[in-house]
């Protein structure tokens, strides 16, 4: 079975600043996509930047990029440019390929608390 | 185009009584995911619906959980005889398909449920 594991419970940016978030997964799996939602007190789950394994190249979403090692099974968030509004939860998930079969079902990593200084 | 919409948005219930939770997809989504989100934790999948059909319950305890997706109308979550531990917010996602595939999932702002 896959898993996601994100091991920074809290992290803490100053305004401006840049701040990387980490997350790893595990899978015998060669095509799946992966992503990073953001959660803000409001609790509405937001995609913020999405990657799909066939694709060497990271993706990027205006300040939101990712860093892609699929041999490592890494996939972290780099936020450049922080802002206040950046403050929430962020998961990670992973998904299989729906060409394989899979219902699709998202599978989330625990959080971590992104907190924003000005 | 109307996002996703749970109702109600938040839900208190006292033991033993039933809980209904609604989710309406975005317009031209056929498929439904529900997913349980735990108190400092992350989402945990439940169930993936189409219309009139259960595709996957795995992720659903066994017992007084159900799901269903209807050909009109939002899909429910039942749960009946509710316990201190059912309290959690539930995410409703949909999602369209393209070439049999389902993609991108589109979550609602969820149902928080409080039991007494």
């Known amino acids: 079975a896959q898993t996601v594991t994100q091991s920074q419970p809290e992290m803490s940016v100053q305004e401006a600043e840049t701040v990387t978030l980490s997350c790893t997964y595990d899978t015998s799996e060669s095509d799946y996509y992966l992503f990073w939602y953001k959660q803000p007190p409001s609790r509405q789950m937001i995609l913020v930047i999405r990657q799909e394994a066939y694709k060497q190249q990271n993706a990027t979403e205006n300040r939101f990029s990712v860093n892609f090692q699929k041999a490592a099974k890494s996939f972290s968030l780099k936020i450049s440019d922080s802002q206040l509004g950046d403050a929430a939860m962020y998961f990670c998930a992973y998904r299989s390929s729906p060409y394989g079969g899979s219902q699709g079902n998202l599978i989330f990593g625990k959080g971590t608390k992104l907190s924003v200084k000005p | 185009n109307a996002g996703v919409m749970q109702n109600p948005r938040h839900l208190v219930r006292r033991r033993g009584q039933e809980a209904r939770l609604r989710c309406s997809p975005m317009k031209g989504h056929s498929h439904v995911y529900w997913y349980r989100q735990l108190p400092e934790e992350g989402l945990k999948f439940m169930v993936y619906?189409?219309?009139?059909?259960?595709?996957?319950e795995s992720g659903m305890p066994k017992e007084r959980f159900s799901a269903e997706f209807p050909k009109e109308g939002p899909s429910i979550l039942r749960i009946q005889q509710v316990v201190r531990g059912d309290s959690a917010a539930y995410f409703c996602a949909s999602s369209p398909v393209v070439a049999g595939a389902s993609y991108e999932q589109y979550f609602g702002p969820g149902t928080r449920l409080t039991v007494t």
């Open positions: 619906l189409q219309k009139e059909n259960i595709i996957d």
